[in-house]
């Protein structure tokens, strides 16, 4: 009886050590978890402030560099054959977009007024790029649409994708405008719809009149001038001489 009583307690006795020890290793494997997990994410905060840092060092440099590259600037927008790329890039899309829609636009001269410098620009204000009619009176009495961009285009001729209007080091603020030559491509692009527009109808309107406020925003011309837009641009990167024109503004010196 005492033996049966002996063994019983033994093994209850074995039973609570083989628990013990299953709860150890557990408990253990808790905290060994624990301390990884808080390794892991210590590593990967010091990981996101490095690379923080890294992106804020990178966004002071290009301040400083494209403040350099803005005095070269200033001679380039009066450069020929600056103006001679977006002449012929605005023309051509022009031509090839208004016979896509069987639009006359022989009535309506459009004319590359040049590039334009606005201090303005990066201070909560982002235009790029400018249409507008024009009356011309010599020789002869009539109207043309002039389309202008804004100059700092020009920095991506100096490996700029990207402008930055204040020192990010000093202000803290390290928003910028793209300026890629995708970018002014796009904003080609978009003042070319409006140019078809005031071709069309005599009159355009896109997004920027409705956040400005003049109370010249017409919604149904918005749609049709964000199609349109996005129509001219399909139409240049699918003709196959996107590469080209690229090709072409890297060479312009």
């Known amino acids: ?11 209850i006795w074995d039973w609570i050590k083989i628990t013990s020890l299953i709860l150890g290793i557990i408990s253990g ?8 997990s808080r390794q892991q994410k210590v590593e990967k905060l010091q990981s996101q402030l490095k690379e923080a840092q890294k992106l804020k060092d990178q ?48 009535h309506l001269p459009l004319k590359f007024e040049g590039l334009y410098s606005d201090p ?24 043309e649409i002039n389309i ?10 100096f490996g700029h994708d990207r402008y930055f209007a204040t020192s990010p080091e000093q202000s803290g603020d390290y928003s910028y405008l793209e300026i890629s030559f995708e970018e002014m491509i796009n904003t080609c692009c978009h003042e070319l719809a409006h140019y078809i527009q005031l071709v069309k109808h005599g009159k355009s309107s896109c997004e920027s009149d409705l956040k400005l406020n003049n109370g010249k925003y017409d919604e149904e011309l918005d749609q049709e001038h964000k199609k349109f837009t ?5 139409l240049i990167k699918n003709s196959g001489e996107y590469s080209e024109w690229e090709k072409k503004w890297k060479e312009i010196g």
């Open 59 to 106: 966004a002071q440099q290009q301040y400083q560099f494209q403040n350099i590259n803005l005095i070269s600037i200033a001679s380039l927008a009066n450069s020929p054959k600056i103006h001679s790329f977006f002449t012929d890039l605005l023309t051509t899309y022009a031509e090839k977009f208004a016979e896509s829609k069987k639009l006359d636009i022989s």
């Open 29 to 36: 494997s808790i905290l060994v978890y624990q301390w990884w």
């Open 1 to 11: 009886m005492n033996n049966q009583k002996n063994k019983l307690i033994n093994r």
């Open 148 to 157: 202008k961009l804004n100059r700092l285009y020009l920095l991506n001729k």
């Open 120 to 143: 303005k620009t990066g201070n909560g204000f982002g235009e790029m790029g400018r249409c507008f009619p024009r009356q011309i009176i010599y020789p002869r009495k009539e109207k």
């Open 230 to 234: 996005e129509e001219i641009y399909q």
